[in-house]
């Protein structure tokens, strides 16, 4: 199956780099990293840079788009882009699934792709994904017909294991999983909202909000 992983400047490299280890895992995927123009992408942290090799006009179809997503505010600029939200819906038009990792969601919605479907993001932009007409859920993978979004960063690993289980088997997905060695004993219970206790959340929250307004 061909698989385009699109890039943009700020995206969360996690989100972008797990969906690829799984697939590129399977033998069955030829996975290409896909930018508006080819080269160099820079990431939303310090880490440094991630490489697209094909610009929109070289990738026209794709039979799984992934859509990463980034930390507040970064995922403005692919959103009120509209050379990016064409490439989308025309990569949408003839894919058998279009998914989302984290705040990808907000991309698929601005593409308008997600209007009145339940869907899901990073906790902290349930808000603003429900203010682009989507029905934001707190579930780890949800999948909307052919749409499949996923939750914060890590849950991209979770939402591409399912759709190799979809496509290949759960054997082969059961494989990849062992061969990623994917068995996550974190050293705390607090990876979600519906686990950490209020108060984090609220902490949590507010540094988000910082976060946005300073880089605002």
């Known amino acids: 199956m061909k698989v385009a992983i699109l890039l943009f400047d700020g995206i969360t490299a996690l989100d972008a780099i ?6 590129a895992a399977t033998q069955k995927c030829e996975v290409k990293f896909v ?3 080819k080269g160099i992408i820079r990431l939303d942290s310090k880490m440094g840079y991630l490489h697209a090799d094909y610009s929109f006009s070289e990738i ?18 692919p959103m009120n882009d509209e050379e990016t939200l064409n490439w989308i819906r025309k990569i949408n038009n003839t894919s058998k ?10 991309i698929l919605s601005a593409a308008g792709l997600l209007k009145g479907a339940v869907a899901t993001c990073h906790w902290g932009s349930f808000d603003l994904l429900q203010s682009l007409g989507t029905i934001p859920t707190d579930e780890r993978v949800v999948r909307h017909e052919k749409i499949v979004t996923s939750a914060g960063v890590s849950s991209g690993i979770d939402m591409a294991l399912q759709l190799v289980a979809w496509e ?8 990849v999983q062992l061969i990623l060695e994917y068995d996550p004993q974190p050293p705390f219970d607090t990876g979600s909202i519906k686990k950490a206790p209020a108060s984090l959340v609220e902490k949590m929250k507010k540094s988000l909000q910082e976060i946005s307004n300073k880089d605002s």
């Open 168 to 175: 290949f088997g759960e054997d082969i997905s059961k494989g």
């Open 18 to 23: 797990g969906p690829y280890e799984v697939f």
């Open 60 to 77: 026209t179809s794709a039979d799984i788009l992934v859509v990463p997503g980034c930390s507040p505010p970064n995922y403005k600029n």
């Open 97 to 106: 699934w279009t998914t989302s990792v984290c705040n990808g969601s907000l």
């Open 35 to 37: 930018a508006k123009q």
